[in-house]
């Protein structure tokens, strides 16, 4: 696995949504040599698969974020917070925007709200989104602006809601001197992946053959990020002197496709007979989605490695173990 956590020893790691799919691989890096606590509703349940899942220095807590009292109680001992929390998914948002608007926004002042009372907090991390930079973002820096789409369309309450959640720990870091870093990811994929995601989809339809479904013509381009190197990023983020009241964009920008190539890139890469079928788009897409990364490379030092090919493979080696 990765070996790039010495830095992070004897700590009380507090994940929200630890459950979920990257939480929990980072969870995996820091459960030996720290006290990890997971505070989850565990809708999304990646960890319960996981060979450290019963590891003593791990402790699962069913919780909701927009629990105020229960969150400060469970929080308390905390000396570092990731917060990877929220709904996210575009079927989920699309389905219920209020609950969206209300766990990524209300949710994420709960969790700074605690974190601000903690005596020895010495980092929170605040999961953002791409999807702040709206339908067209090619080479996005951290302070290119962030362009919402139209009220009325389900879609883009996730990215409003996530863009409330920056702003809000930035005014925590100014205000009350918490040492908040925002992180954006950009399509980021991997072994242990739960809820939706086009390179899961398309990789296990890959693996049994079957058809491969894509929404539009394909002609959407997207810069894929293998789960190790978001974790990494995530790791440099806590360690980081430089890293404080900072937002930083967490991708691969070398691994850049258009969904119609992905999908023929994993059936090549797989050696798979699966066919690739077209269907109407049932809302809002984003068609250009590529960051910038240089900030997090200068700044905190932080490059991804994984190439699309060596992801594909590292993550469909995953799945058939489980198909």
């Keep these: 696995m990765l070996n790039f956590t010495s830095d992070i020893k004897n700590e009380t790691i507090f994940i929200t949504g630890g459950a979920g799919f990257i939480g929990s691989t980072l969870a995996g890096l820091l459960v030996a040599n720290n006290k990890v606590i997971i505070y989850d509703n565990f809708a999304r349940n990646s960890i319960k698969d996981k060979p450290f899942f019963n590891h003593p220095n791990?402790?699962?807590?069913?919780?909701?974020?927009?629990?105020?009292?229960?969150?400060?109680?469970c929080i308390s001992t905390a000396t570092y917070i990731i917060h990877c929390a929220g709904i996210a998914?575009?079927?989920?948002v699309v389905k219920s925007p209020i609950t969206t608007m209300q766990v990524n926004m209300v949710g994420s002042a709960n969790l700074l709200e605690a974190a601000s009372g903690l005596p020895n907090c010495k980092r929170v991390i605040c999961f953002s989104t791409s999807e702040v930079f709206g339908q067209i973002a090619f080479q996005s820096n951290e302070t290119s602006p962030a362009v919402l789409g139209a009220v009325g369309e389900a879609r883009w309450t996730y990215a409003v809601s996530k863009l409330a959640e920056e702003h809000l720990a930035y005014a925590y870091f100014k205000e009350r001197g918490l040492p908040t870093v925002t992180v954006r990811p950009f399509n980021v994929y991997g072994p242990g992946q739960v809820g939706e995601g086009a390179l899961k989809a398309f990789i296990t339809k890959a693996l049994k053959n079957e058809d491969i479904t894509i929404h539009g013509d394909g002609t959407q381009i997207r810069a894929w990020c293998y789960v190790d190197d978001?974790?990494?990023?995530?790791?440099h983020c806590m360690t980081s002197p430089n890293a404080v009241g900072e937002s930083f964009n967490i991708g691969n920008s070398r691994t850049v496709t258009t969904i119609y190539g992905l999908a023929n890139t994993v059936i090549r890469v797989l050696n798979s007979?699966?066919?690739?079928?077209?269907?109407?788009?049932?809302?809002?897409?984003?068609e250009l989605r590529i960051p910038s990364t240089q900030k997090s490379k200068e700044i905190i030092g932080f490059e991804a490695k994984v190439d699309l090919e060596e992801g594909i493979l590292k993550t469909a080696n995953f799945y058939k173990e489980r198909l």
């Design 58 to 73: 791990l402790t699962l807590i069913q919780g909701d974020i927009l629990d105020l009292a229960f969150l400060k109680d």
């Design 89 to 92: 998914g575009i079927d989920t």
């Design 230 to 235: 978001m974790v990494e990023g995530i790791i």
């Design 273 to 286: 007979s699966s066919d690739i079928r077209f269907v109407p788009k049932t809302s809002a897409d984003i």
